[in-house]
């Protein structure tokens, strides 16, 4: 019998995934990656929502993730405000190790 290939949920292009209340958004082949932590929860109607969300941009050493170092944090309302803010921290900080990437290349 065949496998099922799972298919791995993109936002802004960028892979988005969740281990329970954590999410981890970013190429986990760049050196930066961002993590949404779900501290708190409300009802509405008869779903559950986040009410309040960790943003934490980490920077990546080698592969194992919980050796990446804190740089910057903040913390949302909603689910949807932390990942307008953490895909902004990223998308900003790749694009600015590119840059200097582009200029140690040019030298």
């Known amino acids: 019998m065949a496998k099922k290939e799972k298919k791995m949920l993109l936002y802004e292009g960028k892979?988005?995934?969740?281990?329970?209340?954590?999410?981890?958004?970013?190429?986990?082949?760049?050196?930066?990656?961002?993590?949404?932590?779900?501290?708190?929860?409300?009802?509405?109607?008869?779903l559950t929502v986040a009410?309040?969300?960790?943003?934490?941009?980490?920077?990546?050493?080698?592969?194992?993730?919980?050796?990446?170092?804190?740089?910057?944090?903040?913390e949302r309302d909603s689910l949807y405000a932390a990942l307008d803010i953490g895909v902004y921290w990223l998308e900003d900080i790749l694009e600015m190790e590119q840059e200097f990437l582009n200029k140690q290349a040019a030298q």
């Open 51 to 74: 009410s309040k969300v960790t943003i934490e941009l980490l920077e990546k050493h080698g592969e194992d993730i919980k050796t990446a170092r804190l740089t910057k944090k903040a």
């Open 15 to 46: 892979p988005l995934l969740r281990d329970g209340n954590v999410l981890y958004y970013g190429d986990f082949e760049k050196n930066f990656i961002t993590r949404f932590t779900i501290t708190e929860t409300k009802q509405v109607q008869n």
